[in-house]
């Protein structure tokens, strides 16, 4: 199984930017979906989760301008970002929660997210 992110890049403050998320492989199922940033310097935080039945989740600092949706048929999450800030510039990772015998966890390589003030 892949998770292949994309949708990365610089942005300025206020600006827009959305991300993407490709599962692929031998996939049964999958879980819980969700996107992580961590910023230089700093420990890897959740940024939001999105369950199979679309229930969703954010932390504190994106609530307002952050939209996680998916495509159960694609297996495919999204991650549209409004408003943004400059501490929202980090490499954003996407994980995914897969039942293919047992649920594993997997991650996407990373995507830079730059936004300058």
């Known amino acids: 199984v892949q998770l292949q992110a994309c949708g990365g890049g610089l942005v300025q403050a206020g600006g827009s930017l959305r991300l993407s998320c490709v599962a692929s492989?031998?996939?049964?199922?999958?879980?819980?979906m969700g996107w992580y940033r961590q910023a230089p310097g700093k420990q890897r935080e959740l940024v939001a989760t999105i369950s199979s039945s679309g229930s969703t989740d954010y932390v504190d600092s994106v609530k307002g301008r952050f939209t996680i949706s998916r495509d159960n048929a694609k297996n495919t999450v999204l991650l549209q970002m409004n408003s943004l800030e400059p501490e929202d510039t980090a490499v954003y990772y996407c994980?995914?929660?897969?039942?293919?015998?047992?649920?594993?966890?997997?991650w996407g390589q990373g995507t830079q997210v730059t936004v300058s003030s």
């Open positions: 994980n995914a929660k897969i039942w293919s015998g047992s649920v594993y966890t997997y």
């Open positions: 492989g031998r996939i049964v199922s999958v879980r819980v």
